[in-house]
């Protein structure tokens, strides 16, 4: 099982970036998918799930009607549209799948906004 997390980079505040989260290794579509993020100095929080059909998905209230995720099981991937960034959501997010009784998480992105 890999997973593996792309699309960080620097921002600025009010703009977008979209993050993907290409997983192989076992059936996707069958499997909840979820984004975290760590800020410098805290703890890894929960962002965003999307079902295993994509039809249900839940936020974080901090990032409710800014991110939008979402996947595409014809290509393995989970996205993470971000739209109106904020500096703080300056954090390296991660992907994280439950499979098999395991946890396992991309290596992470870095996202950074700031002016």
Known sequence: VQVVDTGGGLVQPGGSLRLSCVASGFAFSSYTMT?????????????ATVSSAGSNTDYADSVKGRFTISRDSAKNTVYLQMNSLEPEDTAVYYCRLFYMGRTYWGQGTQVIVSS
């Open 35 to 47: 984004w975290w993020r760590q800020a410098p100095g805290k703890e890894r929080d929960w962002v």
